[in-house]
């Protein structure tokens, strides 16, 4: 057995999995989160799922990478075979493998447009707002802008040659890094990429903060910020927000990925994973409610009014980054300097989850199927770039990969990684195997919170889920759906027949 890579340093490795964490959802998807379910309402169930789903689920998926980590195995199909002598096991895995990698088809798409912004953005080559009407002819030129940028059409789209240009230089860039390994390569850019990200967005933070309309004069950043965090307690009673609140919180701690149990398994033995992954936690933390709550959602409050914030938050994270971001930045001074800065935090966002969600794949092909690394990274890189024109030339497709990939199966996996390591495998052993090597305690409650409350959590969100919108999904039979389920089904297919074909080598060589 050839000896694993393992982390340079323990800042590497912290900022590698905050990387990991801090995406393009802390800066666009939990703003739109927060806007569309009432603001300060959407807060409070969030920090509940913060402290009783985020925190125990990533104790326990760096535990679980640890484990088989330093018995040989980085993804989550074998590492499952060990916590559960079970032939079925390492199928289950399997979700650990296929999730992040259909995530990375659609998400390497979308963070190569901040790229082409940012370059559009320095070269003042965005549009300018030329009349100041209503909030439907103030953005209409930048939502032109991003369709001409990402293609047209009622079935087949056709983007532009610049952005699918900027979409293979974003797709091997990362593939670059990939291949330079754990420590040269992804530690490397976490190094880089991480303080620059911190940087910006504190920058742009307090550039937010002093902003002036010129459109609403008693409009002020403090409202938008007002408007996040003022609690309404009426709310409370909907379960759609604290679905939304727990789907965020999987989604920004990149939970039931496999992404952090494969980063986890380059750690040693002794190696802490408590404080470390706590650490990573309120990172992330800090990284999307104090940063990512303070710039996109004040900036709209300030041009457009709490009612059109409204609005534009109903269309969705990306009208919010690449549309209204913009018209913001137009109308101040210095306004194409700030939209390189957002644009280019967002790739450093993007491209730090991107290379984390890959690696799986890429740990699974050189330590399952004895692939050498430069080898495993091309086929896993070729099958990116193919699967990558589903999104980028299908209407509709990217939606529905990420509802499954993103939503239904993060949520599956992760309730399944918990009951096996706390239920299969022994609570006793699981509670000692977080302990190991530890720098400083788990408070007990912990392991009544891991054992019986997580697991009920996700147990009755995945069951509310399918009872209130499940079945209504699943019964949409359009054509981009049936082709992005047909995609989906055959990658679990062809994982399938890797991992079936893994352990019978492995089961003849022994």
């Known amino acids: 057995m050839r000896e694993r890579e393992r982390w340079g340093t323990r800042i590497g490795l912290v900022l590698a999995a905050s990387g990991n964490a801090v995406g393009l ?21 969030y920090f509940l799922a913060f402290f009783l789903l985020g925190i125990p689920l990533m104790w326990v998926e760096w535990a679980i990478g640890r484990y088989g980590g330093i018995r040989g195995h980085g993804t989550s199909p074998g590492t499952f075979q060990l916590l559960w002598k079970n032939r079925s096991a390492k199928y289950l895995g399997i979700i650990g493998i296929v999730c992040p990698l259909v995530i990375i088809v659609y998400y390497t798409y979308i963070t190569s447009w901040t790229v082409g912004y940012a370059v559009f953005s320095l070269c003042n080559k965005l549009p300018k707002v030329h009349t100041i009407g209503t909030l439907e002819e103030t ?18 789209l056709t983007p532009s040659l610049y952005a699918y240009g900027i979409y293979v230089f974003t797709l091997l860039l990362s593939m670059l890094i990939l291949a330079r390994g754990i420590a040269r390569g992804i530690e490397l850019l976490a190094k880089i990429a991480m303080p620059l990200l911190f940087l910006f967005a504190v920058f742009l933070v307090i550039r937010v903060l002093t902003l002036g309309s010129p459109v609403h004069p008693e409009g002020n950043p ?43 398994s380059y750690l040693r033995e002794r190696d802490d994973i408590v404080l470390s992954g706590l650490t990573t936690a309120t990172t992330n933390e800090f990284a999307e409610v104090v940063l990512g709550s303070s710039i996109a959602i004040p900036a709209a409050v300030v041009f457009f009014g709490v009612a059109n914030t409204e609005i534009i938050a109903r269309e969705g994270a990306y009208h919010l980054g690449f549309v ?18 957002w644009f280019a935090l967002l790739f450093f966002a993007g491209i730090t989850s991107i290379v984390a969600l890959t690696q799986p794949a890429v740990a699974f092909l050189e330590e399952e199927c004895c692939m050498e690394k430069g080898k495993a990274v091309c086929c896993v890189g070729s099958f990116l770039f ?125």
């Open 386 to 510: 193919f699967s990558g024109h589903i999104p980028i030339l299908l209407q509709g497709t990217l939606d529905e990969l990420d509802f499954w990939a993103g939503t239904f199966f993060i949520t599956f996996f992760a309730a399944a990684e918990i009951i096996l390591f706390f239920w299969i495998f022994g609570s006793k052993k699981a509670w000692d195997e977080m302990h190991r090597g530890a720098d400083i305690p788990i408070p007990r409650i912990f392991f009544f919170l891991c054992r019986y409350v997580t697991p009920t959590i996700l147990i009755i969100i995945f069951g509310g889920w399918m009872i209130q919108h499940g079945w209504q999904e699943m019964l949409e039979t359009s054509f981009p759906k049936w082709i992005a389920r047909m995609y989906l089904l055959m990658t679990f297919f062809l994982a399938g027949f890797l991992v079936h074909k893994a352990w019978k080598k492995r089961e003849t060589s022994l």
């Open 139 to 156: 953005l209409q030129p930048f939502s032109h802008f991003l369709q001409r940028y990402t293609g047209t059409g009622d079935f087949f």
């Open 324 to 341: 209204s971001m913009p018209a913001v930045f137009s109308f101040i001074p210095l306004g194409n300097i700030f939209g390189f800065l």
């Open 222 to 264: 403090l409202k938008g910020l007002a408007f996040l965090w003022e609690p309404r307690f009426s709310k409370l009673l909907d379960l759609n927000i604290w679905l939304a609140a727990a789907g965020q919180m999987f989604f920004t701690l990149s939970l039931g990925m496999g992404a952090l149990l494969t980063y986890a």
């Open 25 to 45: 959802g802390n800066f666009l998807r939990f703003p739109v989160q927060a806007a569309k379910h009432d603001g300060g309402a959407f807060m409070i169930p």
